[in-house]
């Protein structure tokens, strides 16, 4: 039978961890995009609230989670972490597979985590209005959610190949009174700019990051809310990593592998941030980022300054990049779709801490597919990256002849995404 874990409401995690505080090392600034100077970070409160500037720079190891946030995060939270027993059989694997399901949430994502703290700071800090962006429509449908959670409008610049290939996803971001149009669009002045130049562009994250930003610039009222990237992003979803650690204790297990699929890094940096100071401390554990061949940022991109959007308009963030321009084919894992990779991940994986991996789609979709028939939950189509990673650890223990313990994070349901799988 499958193995369920599960914690008791009143053990969900009261503070998320900072991983700044432990790393031997500090991040690199970000630069101005004019200057290319150190940014100083009230600059950055013209499109973030303060407290979440205050959170993107902090070191302080455990940042308490607002009770509002906690109410909210009550609904969904604590989530299951299972033992794919039925998966285990089937590859006949001495390893012992266990994931993290974030997609019990309310919109079916991790991307809940921090669309929920992001809004709530907002609203206090007197924001009226959230303008994003999105790929495969998880983060729009998570924030559109916060926002109508904490009395927000929220805007959404959704890349224009997800718009039409996820349309249920679209769907659910209007139910919550999001307002969401494909991008580009021509609601911006860079929008129209690339429509002119090509009517049927499939867009890109960094497209819509630029379009998202112009908006904000031109209403005082509104603020920009990011789904991924940044080390305030990372740091809500560390909720994952931290339930994980309570749930394997109940076990008496250790993990061997870690492992996440990986975009721009947020539930990658939830899931294994956590067990960083593990790493650190001197234990054997193996983290492992999942990615696209067909946007390879960490085992192919440069590590280096690059802006987080098309158009220039972000801080330069150091990181590791295929570059602002890049526009990455039309693959249905359309949240992995980003040129560039989290700061806090990118240092990771420069100083070796981490490791990446890339998968073409194939390999993925398949993974997913035998994750599906066996464990009865259909992935994500950004999860089967993360799938197939296991997948490998456990075919090589199984040729090694050695017991592990491999958990991954399903970051959420592939439901809204089944035509994906035809």
């Known amino acids: 039978m499958r193995i369920r874990v599960d914690l008791k409401c009143e053990e969900i995690p009261r503070c998320w961890y900072n991983v700044l505080a432990d790393l031997p090392f500090k991040l690199d600034p970000p630069l101005d995009p004019k200057t290319r100077k150190p940014m100083p970070p009230e600059a950055l409160t013209a499109i973030f609230p303060p407290a979440l500037v205050e959170q993107e720079i902090s070191d302080k190891r ?22 794919a027993t039925y998966l285990e059989e089937y590859l006949q694997t001495p390893a012992r597979i266990y994931y993290k399901y974030e997609g019990v949430s309310p919109t079916g994502s991790h991307k809940t985590n921090t669309a929920l703290a992001q809004a709530y700071y907002n609203k206090i800090c007197g924001t009226e209005r959230l303008v994003t962006e999105t790929g495969a429509g998880q983060w729009g449908s998570a924030l559109c959610y916060a926002g109508a959670k904490f009395g927000l409008k929220v805007d959404v610049f959704m890349v224009r190949i997800s718009y039409e290939q996820k349309p249920m996803r679209k769907y659910l971001m209007k139910l919550y009174g999001g307002d969401v149009v494909p991008s580009p669009s021509d609601r911006t002045s860079f929008g129209r700019s690339l429509l002119e130049k090509n009517g049927e ?8 990051i630029s379009e998202a930003i112009e908006t904000v610039l031109s209403d005082p009222k509104a603020k920009y809310s990011l789904g991924s990237v940044l080390n305030h992003v990372l740091l809500h979803q560390t909720v994952i990593g931290l339930e994980i650690k309570k749930q394997l204790k109940i076990l008496g297990e250790e993990p061997d592998v870690i492992l996440g699929c990986h975009g721009g ?25 999942c990615e696209p061949t067909a946007c390879p940022s960490l085992t192919k991109g440069r590590y280096d300054y ?78 089967s990256y993360a799938i197939a990673g296991a997948i490998r650890e456990a075919k090589k223990a199984k040729e090694e002849k050695v017991e592990k313990v491999i958990v991954f994070n399903l970051s959420g349901h592939g439901l809204f995404d089944l035509s994906a799988y035809v």
């Open 62 to 83: 455990e940042i308490p989670i607002p009770e509002p946030v906690l109410k909210e995060y009550a609904v969904y939270r604590p989530t299951p972490l299972y033992r």
């Open 201 to 208: 562009m499939p867009g890109s994250l960094g497209i819509a």
């Open 265 to 289: 890094g947020s539930n990658f940096g939830g899931t294994v941030l956590p067990f960083i100071p593990d790493k650190l401390s001197g234990k054997p554990i193996k983290i492992v980022a």
């Open 306 to 383: 690059d802006y987080g959007d098309t158009a220039g308009m972000t801080p330069l963030l150091k990181m590791y990049t295929l570059g602002k321009d890049f526009i990455p084919p039309k693959i249905h894992a359309g949240g992995l779709r980003y040129h560039g990779a989290a700061p806090i991940v990118s240092k990771l994986l420069h100083e070796g801490l981490i490791e990446a991996i890339a998968f073409d789609q194939d390999e993925a979709f398949e993974a997913a597919k035998t994750f599906a028939k066996f464990e009865g939950i259909v992935p994500a189509p950004e999860s």
